[in-house]
């Protein structure tokens, strides 16, 4: 994987990452971050020639040692599985069971928060120092003259997803699919080395790992690693013209503009100028509503530059970076990617202002999901990838009109399973039955909302409801409110109507 990630090499001394944490500023050149990810790759081989796809599971917040484990594990010819650090045990656990994960890496207190979970499922529980400290006193050639060469076809990573069904599945992806991801969006969004750009999304998605981090890195740009969205450290960066680049979901353009509501005009001032000579905003994961969009232009003078991703295919639709990018669409298929809209009958939808369910196919595209082959088999028809959203074509622009299934909600930029969450509000004592759906929400694009009918002589107030969500769901998805009703509306085949539920609300 290392002669794929081109600037990532011995000889670039320029300044790849900039850790960002509480004691201060970590930074770290390509040249340093490659010998570190050789020498973890070295250290997890351990005298083995290649992982041949073990899956190493690694739980760290954005950091030079969530890259170099990232790295490491590709060029040791393992399969990256990056958690969620703010998940709650019990998901961690379907996570780690449902890919076999066979070692564990993290550092400090997320590493003793799981040595009992580890213990319990077999799994080897190792920091960054465990694995790189045995090399750290052989020379840079000693440590790394051994590392495999790795076929592009090969397994490389493993992200969770929500789908209909009530647990997440693994998204399989090879080393081509990542490196197509990431090319197809240097070329469309001009990347090169003089970018700079913040990095404070979660780095268990593709939003992160791959638009933001590893765009950047093969594009020998400098990523700034925040270990979470620290509004006031990142308008503080922001206005001192630190960035060029600012790439974000929906919720947090809304987050800034209510910020900047509470601060003082110069303040406000300093930082809209820090956003107004960036090269490029950019909004996706979720529907940039056009009033966002105009504030936002309002406000920085930035045009936003929406697109349309998803973890299966990385991103797939793109406003043009030099041309109209149009509010309330997400633009054309990037390049060396086919998009297309198809009926329900599967035949291609040509005609503008017509619905269809987008469909996908190219290099992008992943693998499998992970050890579930009829789950595979069933999302694509023809060799294209079904995404289950559904847009028209209109005027030349890809435009989203909603999903085909409800039970699926975009909270925040984070795409949740009502049934998942419905199968863990289930299991509490006063619950006879639920229903989960997502309301719209100017802050949240969609706020998780939960319908519950009560045993009898129960009853549940939302806060003992949250207060009994914790440690059992993230946090993300425990629901923003609770509606307690008689009984559930549903049709003749006794299957709740969510739609009728929405119509409750309004
Ligand atoms: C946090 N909270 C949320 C939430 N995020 N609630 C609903 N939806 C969310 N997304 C809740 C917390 O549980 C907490 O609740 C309260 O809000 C404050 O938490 P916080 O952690 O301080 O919030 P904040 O840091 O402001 O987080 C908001 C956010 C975060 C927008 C920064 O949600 C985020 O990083 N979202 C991006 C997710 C992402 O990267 N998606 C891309 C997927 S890839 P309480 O009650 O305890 O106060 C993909 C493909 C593509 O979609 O196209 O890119
Ligand atoms: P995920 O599975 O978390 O990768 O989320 C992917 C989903 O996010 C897509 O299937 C869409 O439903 C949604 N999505 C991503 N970008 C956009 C966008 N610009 N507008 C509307 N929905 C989007």
New binding site residues.
């Given amino acids: 994987m290392r002669s794929t990630f081109p600037q990532l090499n011995a000889s670039n001394l320029k300044t790849a990452l900039v850790e960002s944490t509480e004691g201060g500023n970590r930074v770290i050149s390509y040249a340093a971050l490659n010998l570190r990810c050789d020498r973890f790759a070295a250290g997890l081989l351990n005298e083995r020639a290649d992982l041949e796809e073990e899956r190493i599971a690694f739980f760290m917040p954005a950091s030079i040692d969530y890259v170099t484990t990232l790295h490491g594990i590709w060029r040791a010819g393992g399969i990256a599985v990056p958690l969620n650090v703010?998940s709650a045990v019990s998901e961690l656990e379907h996570y780690l069971s449902s890919a076999s994960v066979s070692r564990m890496v993290a550092n400090g207190e997320y590493r003793e928060s799981l040595v009992e979970l580890c213990a319990a499922l077999n799994i080897e529980l190792i920091s960054v120092d465990d694995v790189m400290s045995p090399l750290i006193s052989e020379g840079a050639e000693a440590a790394t003259k051994d590392l495999p060469n790795i076929a592009p076809e090969r397994r490389a990573m493993m992200l969770f997803t929500s789908g209909t069904t009530n647990k997440p599945k693994g998204v399989v992806s090879t080393h081509k699919t990542i490196a197509a991801q990431i090319t197809t969006l240097i070329d469309a969004w001009a990347w090169t080395d003089n970018d700079s750009i913040p990095l404070?999304?979660?780095l268990h998605?593709?939003?992160?790992i791959i638009?933001i981090l590893s765009c950047g890195l093969w594009a020998g740009a400098t990523v700034d690693l925040y270990e979470?969205?620290d509004?006031p450290a990142i308008c503080e960066k922001v206005a001192a013209k630190r960035y060029n680049v600012f790439m974000a979901?929906p919720?947090?353009y809304v987050?800034l503009i209510h910020y900047f509501e509470s601060l003082d005009a110069d303040a406000v001032e300093r930082i809209s100028n820090g956003f107004k000579q960036m090269r490029l905003n950019i909004s996706?994961?979720?529907a940039c509503p056009v009033k966002l969009f105009d504030q936002w232009q309002a406000l920085t003078s930035q045009v936003l530059l929406e697109?349309?991703?998803?973890?299966e295919i990385g991103?797939g639709l793109s406003n043009p970076y030099k041309g109209e990018r149009r509010a309330g669409h997400v633009g054309q298929p990037l390049p060396g990617v086919q998009a297309k809209l198809f009926d329900e009958e599967n035949n291609e939808i040509t005609a503008e202002d017509t619905p269809g369910e987008i469909r996908v196919r190219g290099d992008n595209v992943f693998l499998e999901y992970w050890n579930n082959e009829s789950a595979t088999t069933e999302s694509f028809v023809d060799g294209w990838f079904c995404t289950g959203d559904v847009a028209v074509i209109d005027k030349g622009y890809f435009r989203i009109m909603g999903r085909s299934s409800v039970d699926i909600i975009?909270?925040?930029?984070?795409?949740l399973s009502a049934l998942e969450i419905e199968g863990t509000l289930l299991t509490h004592e006063a619950i006879a039955e639920v229903a989960v759906i997502g309301v719209e929400d100017e802050t949240?694009g969609e706020?998780?909302s939960a319908f519950v009918v009560l045993k009898s002589e129960k009853t549940l107030s939302y806060d003992e409801l949250?207060a009994w969500c914790d440690g059992k769901m993230?946090?993300?998805?425990?629901p923003?409110n609770l509606h307690v009703v008689d009984a559930l509306p549903r049709n003749a085949m006794g299957k709740v109507t969510k739609p009728a539920l929405k119509d409750l609300l309004a």
């Fill in positions: 703010a404070f999304l979660p998605h593709i939003h992160g638009n979470k969205f509004m979901v919720t947090i987050k996706g994961s979720a697109r349309y991703g998803m973890t991103m975009k909270s925040g930029g984070y795409k949240w706020a998780v949250k993230s946090g993300y998805k425990v923003k």
